[in-house]
C-alpha cells in the first residue's frame, strides 16, 4: 500500500509485482507472471539435538538439520498460469 500510494486492491496487485522483501531466510521476491513468492528453500531432516545443531524444537530433543539450501532462481518453477491480469490505468 506504501508503494502503491493507495489501498485499491488493483494498485496493490500491480505494486507488488517483483517486489523484493528481507525475510528471515533471505529475500523474498513477488514473480510478476503470477503473484506467487520465490524464495530460498531448504531441506531439512529431523533429529536428536547435537553440539552442532542445539536448538530443540518444543522441547522434543530433536531439531531440524539442514541438509542443503536452494537458491530462488533454482528452486523457482515455471508457471501455466492463465491468470487474466486486468489493465493497469
Not at 64 to 70: E, G, L, R
Amino acid at each position: 500500500m506504501a508503494k502503491a500510494h493507495s489501498t485499491d486492491p488493483k494498485k496493490v496487485a500491480f505494486a507488488m509485482e517483483g517486489l523484493e522483501i528481507p525475510s528471515f531466510a533471505g529475500d523474498v521476491t513477488m514473480r510478476k507472471s503470477d503473484h506467487q513468492l520465490q524464495q530460498t528453500m531448504f531441506l531439512l531432516k529431523w533429529e536428536r539435538v547435537s553440539k552442532k545443531y542445539p536448538y530443540s524444537d518444543e522441547n522434543t530433543g530433536y531439531t531440524f538439520a539442514p541438509i542443503k539450501q536452494y537458491a530462488p532462481y533454482v528452486s523457482s518453477t515455471p508457471t501455466t498460469c492463465q491468470m487474466k491480469r486486468p489493465t493497469e490505468d
